[in-house]
């Protein structure tokens, strides 16, 4: 087999680069599943056997390699285990929490908050690779360039695109400056020629359009621009309540608020991954306890004793003043922009529907929530409804997919058990 069949162009073209070309620093960037991290973790490999190499000509018996990414988690999940199951590689870990391999003790820093920088501070590496480097903070990232500072080291960088105001983007990629000696390389989702096709068009087909279809699929650092939800349909998308299915689950997303609306939004969902829009309550000036409540229990009553309520976390109080009154509440996912993903994606895929006139709040507010371009996230404004669906659609979906990886890390340690005969 050639590095043809292993390797798409795109892949082939940074490799050649990295072999033949000289810099100091390599920066991917571009779409989701594009295959950069894949190449990347291959040049890490590369990295290491060159470290090696290059200690032994120093006569460093204990040379050190920075492999850095959001946290421990994601460095050992996206690099480590990635590697050992696509190259054969075996890393050893040590009583420090550092990976070995090839006479190389790899450092691994976490880039997510300032307290990276404990882990980056105190020693001189022949390289470094950052991965996801967009999560990280920015002071972090230049602790680990500059600990960098062996003749011939390398940064590798990869990175998904955000907004084009991020620092990584302005300090590093765009920056023109020679002495940097800095390549950069940019993937598309077409550039992963190992991709099943219809996958690629499936994946199209579900990832909403505007800010999240140009970063995810085309990889292009942008902000969002216009409606936040582009894909909303009100003609196509607004159904008879008489057409409602049968035996739909039912669950409500709450926003608080007091000088600003309160929003509650009833949705039911069915088998099928459809999402239909019930019935809201939204008003001002009123107190939880005894309006708000008073709400909830009718809606209780409405769709179902059991009717869970995902609510905002800002006011916890709120929370348990309604668990004190027996309404089943829990808190809501927190993560913006996933969240407004995941019910972007539902809504792309022509699976969101709302009862007529059940929710004429929703539908106001629907297309004044737009994108602020300044800062990539929402305008808060006109945001009641939304959030309160968000918070409805967006935590189950996102405490089942915890349970999955939870479940396949069970699984995963029982057959470590199971190999080593303790189970």
């Known amino acids: ?78 690099v480590i285990i990635s590697c050992m199951n696509q190259f054969g590689v075996e890393f050893k870990l040590d009583r420090h929490g550092h990976y070995h391999l090839f006479g190389v003790d790899i450092t691994p820093v976490s880039t997510a908050t300032m307290a990276g920088l404990k882990g980056a501070r105190g020693f001189t590496a022949y390289g470094g690779y950052v991965n996801e480097a967009t999560l990280g903070v920015e002071p972090v990232f230049q602790e680990i360039l500059q600990r960098c500072s062996m003749p011939g080291s390398h940064i590798i960088v990869d990175t998904n695109p ?73 003609r196509t998308m607004t159904i008879e309540r008489e057409d409602l299915p049968d035996n739909l689950t039912y669950t409500a997303g709450v926003d608080w608020g007091f000088d600003h609306p309160t929003a509650i939004e009833v949705i039911g969902h069915d088998d099928k991954g459809n999402y239909y829009l019930v019935d809201e309550a939204y008003g001002q000036f009123e107190q939880v306890d005894p309006h708000w409540i008073r709400v909830a229990q009718q809606f209780k009553k409405k769709y179902g004793m059991g009717l869970i309520f995902f609510a905002d976390t800002a006011r916890t109080e709120h929370i348990n003043n309604f668990r004190q009154h027996h309404i089943k509440t829990e808190y809501g996912y927190k993560n913006v922009l996933d969240g407004i993903e995941r019910v972007a994606s539902i809504i792309k895929q022509h699976k969101f529907y709302v009862v007529k006139d059940a929710a004429p709040n929703f539908i106001n507010e629907i297309y004044q929530y737009i994108w602020d371009e300044k800062t990539g996230a929402p305008v808060k404004e006109n945001d009641h409804a939304q959030d309160a669906v968000r918070y409805c659609i967006a935590t189950p979906l996102w405490k089942e997919e915890q349970a999955q990886k939870q479940n396949k890390n069970r699984q995963r340690s029982t057959g470590y058990l199971n190999d080593l005969g303790l189970v």
């Open 1 to 78: 087999m050639s590095l043809g069949d292993y390797l798409a162009p795109k892949q082939l073209e940074v490799l050649h680069s990295y072999l033949n070309d000289d810099f100091g620093m390599m920066i991917l960037t571009g779409a989701v599943r594009s295959g950069k991290t894949f190449i990347d973790n291959l040049l890490f490999i590369y990295e290491l056997r060159r470290t090696a190499r290059l200690a032994k000509e120093h006569g460093d018996k204990h040379p050190q390699y920075i492999l850095a990414g959001a946290s421990s988690d994601s460095i050992n999940k996206n």
């Open 162 to 234: 955000d907004n084009p105001q991020h620092w990584l983007k302005v300090d590093y990629i765009d920056k023109e400056d020679k002495k940097m000696k800095k390549l950069v390389y940019h993937f598309t989702i077409d550039d992963n020629t190992h991709l099943a096709p219809d996958y690629v068009e499936r994946i199209k087909a579900s990832t909403p359009s505007g800010m999240y279809y140009d970063r995810a699929i085309k990889g292009l650092w942008v902000t969002g621009e216009g409606a936040v939800y582009k894909d909303f349909d009100e």
